[in-house]
């Protein structure tokens, strides 16, 4: 909140971190697709990350959620997903959904790629070879269940959980499944992008409104109540 009312040749004194370790990138030479579901303000980090498999070659499917129309952006010819597709009109696939249905599919992003995934299982769609999602934890638990039973990796951005995101405060800690083990992960560290089928996500999404009554106070105490 504090960023967003800075005016141009504001200065941010310092910034540390964040740690994290960089996407995996993997080539897909058979015709596969490589999905990125983006819930709102989860469109910017895809966007990069989206950016580079399509110059390597890798085919990608934009899947791309917003509330309502008037909160969408970049979907102009001369923004940047526009440009994108200009630049890769063969690699790259671009889907918008809305909640209220005033542009693109009414509804979620979970709805196309559940058609997706159906279409890849009856043989009649391109394959999925992995999801990435970025956005609202809700959204990107529905996207986890809905792509295990497929059995197509997805991987979950967890950035959004992050508070000093230079591994000091421990807070961001992410309770995973491994060999029906619970081992603790920490998204700064270990992260941010984890394998959306080992996150417990019933512990998991409860830790994001354990410091709701601090920041209620900072947000106070700044002049944000």
Known sequence: MKINQME?????????GP???PSQLHPYENGETVVFTAGGVGLPPVYPIMREHLRRGNHV??????????????????QRIGLLQAEFPELLDVIYTTNDGSFG???FVTGPLEE???NMKAGTGRTVGEVVTIGPPLMMRAVSDLTKPYGVKTVASLNSIMVDATGMCGAC?????????????HACIDGPELDAHLIDWDKFLPRFLQ?????????????FG
Not at 173 to 185: A, N
């Open 8 to 16: 141009v040749g504001d200065v941010i004194s310092g910034i540390a």
């Open 19 to 21: 740690l994290g370790l």
């Open 61 to 78: 499917t934009l899947i791309s959620g917003f509330r309502t129309r008037d909160l969408m952006f970049w979907a102009e010819p001369d």
């Open 105 to 107: 599919i009414d509804g």
């Open 116 to 118: 997706m995934l159906k």
């Open 173 to 185: 800690m992410v309770p995973v499944t491994i060999d029906g083990k619970m081992v603790r992960k």
């Open 211 to 223: 410091f709701r009554k601090q920041e209620d106070e900072n947000k106070s105490r700044h002049g």
